[in-house]
């Protein structure tokens, strides 16, 4: 029978304090039903969940290649270069994405802790890094060159962040009923990475590291109140640095119809994305027809893929994109509501949180539900680097799923590691 996550051990809870009402006995029945169903039980688990997560990332690192190739060609041939360039590289990091994917979901998910604290000192050094010797692109510092190569730290410094969380937390996992040792090292460090990335003038990265932060919080365990606190300092920190940039500041007043002070229009980008999205209607204007990405949508194949998708394959393509990125939430979900030691439900879930939200807030963005943030779309959006990222969450979590699967029929380790035995709670 699969547990759901549970807060502290020891936390006394509060006089007063309203519980959400559980799901009615006949909904979680079915639901328990359904996954019995899927995956099995006891001895008979057939590791569905396993496979709903590698092939859904599969099928998504699959159309981003495709969608690249198809939105990047027209500007690669007006650069002067072949129109294959973009999607060659976008392939040649899935490549190395999907073997340290493999490694990963083959190697003990306790050995990781080893990595933790060097892997954040490593994070910290690079965004550090990145300010002195970095390059910058359309206003943000966020890139290190290599060569023809470059590489961005802050989505590295997402699952190095993630994996310290769950590691701190977990060792101190006794200790969370108190608001200072919830709280102490978690967000100070946390907050050290996501000034560093602010400091390179990216806003979108940065949100999604402080969703981070809070779900690795919540998956923990910590105090409620805390995380309305933390939410009301959030909206006036990002309140403040709006109104500090004018650019962010009229990107605001264009997502609200209105016009910048100085007349321009900072939010065509995400107007042309809703054009192309209205002309794909039902099944598209035809895979590489797109006539948005003719330098109407600067950079389609970024942050605006996701309109591409639609102008292209129309509704039923963004369809089926939303249904891969769902079956993937819904399995990851499976594998996080199963793990009882902290170090795991931690980890699985701040990375759940990490993927499915910053998909949400790109296709929010695309879709004129939010103001024009650079996130992309995990898996698809062009960026060797988020991908890399991407696809060793994955690892991670595949990992955990394998553990869940009957003794049988488990993929073997490629690595056989010492790993400490997992803490028993009491």
């Not at 009615?24 to 709903?52: C, D, H, I, M, Q």
Request: glycine fraction near 12%; include cysteine; aromatic fraction near 8%.
């Amino acid at each position: 029978m699969v547990s759901t996550p549970t807060r502290t051990q020891g936390a006394k809870p509060g006089a007063g304090k309203a519980t959400p009402a559980p799901l009615p006995a006949r909904v979680r029945g079915g639901l328990r039903s359904f996954w019995n169903a899927l995956e099995g039980s006891g001895k008979s688990r057939n590791g569905s969940t396993y496979y709903l997560i590698l092939g859904s990332t599969l099928a998504l690192t699959a159309i981003g290649i495709m969608m690249v190739l198809s939105a990047s060609s027209v500007e690669s041939i007006a650069a002067g270069e072949s129109p294959y360039s973009a999607a060659l590289k976008q392939g040649m990091f899935a490549a190395i994405g999907l073997v340290l994917m493999t490694v990963l979901s083959r190697v003990n998910v306790l050995w990781l802790k080893r990595l933790a604290w060097p892997g954040i000192f490593v994070a910290y050094l690079l965004l550090v890094l990145v300010l002195l010797i970095g390059t910058s692109t359309n206003g943000n510092q966020n890139w290190i060159e290599f060569g023809s190569f470059t590489f961005q730290p802050s989505e590295a410094a997402k699952l190095a962040l993630a994996l310290w969380m769950a590691t701190v937390l977990a060792r101190k996992e006794r200790l969370l009923i108190r608001s200072r040792h919830a709280l102490i090292p978690v967000v100070p460090i946390a907050l050290g990475i996501i000034g560093l990335v602010l400091a390179g003038n990216d806003l979108g990265t940065g949100m999604i590291i402080m969703v981070i932060m809070a779900a690795a919080l919540f998956f923990s365990g910590v105090r409620l109140y805390l995380f309305g606190l933390a939410g009301l300092l959030a909206v006036a920190g990002t309140a403040i640095m709006a109104i500090a940039s004018p650019n962010r500041m009229c990107r605001i007043l264009s997502w609200t119809g209105q016009t910048c002070a100085d007349g321009t229009d900072v939010n065509y980008q995400s107007t042309n994305g809703l054009y192309a999205l209205a002309s794909g209607g039902w099944f598209g204007v035809g895979l590489g027809q797109s006539r948005q990405k003719y330098s109407w949508i600067p950079e389609a194949h970024n942050d605006f893929i996701f309109a591409i998708i639609g102008e292209e394959l129309g509704l039923a393509g963004t369809i089926v994109v939303l249904a891969l990125f769902a079956i993937l939430g819904a399995a990851i979900y499976r594998v996080v509501v199963a793990q009882e030691d902290m170090f795991h439900r931690v980890l699985a879930g701040t990375i759940m949180v990490w993927l499915l939200g910053q998909g949400t807030v790109n296709m929010a963005v695309v879709t004129g539900l939010l103001p024009v943030i650079g996130v992309p779309l995990p898996f698809i959006s062009y960026g060797g680097s988020a991908l890399l990222m991407s696809l060793c969450g994955i690892g991670v979590v595949l990992s955990l799923a394998r553990a869940q699967m009957a003794p049988g029929i488990q993929p073997k380790r490629i690595l056989k590691l010492p790993a400490k035995p997992a803490r028993k709670r009491k």
